[in-house]
């Protein structure tokens, strides 16, 4: 389980992006968005610095 913080996920549209990145990751990922907070939990096996790279490149640095 990892908890990222993503500043720049702002409305409905980031989140199908984050989702899709990850689900392509990992398709059995478990994932739970907090808008509000910026929030995202990642349920799997996959790195942090794996998870980090992806969201990068698509775009959202996290942290
Ligand atoms: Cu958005």
């Known amino acids: 389980m990892h908890i990222l913080t993503v500043p720049d996920m702002t409305c409905g549209h980031c989140v199908g992006v984050i989702s899709a990145v990850l689900t392509e990751l990992d ?28 969201l990068s490149d698509a775009g959202y640095d996290c942290e």
């Open 27 to 54: 398709p059995d990922c478990e994932l739970s968005f907090e808008l509000a907070s910026r929030r995202v939990e990642i349920g799997t096996r996959l790195p942090r610095e794996e998870i980090v790279e992806a």
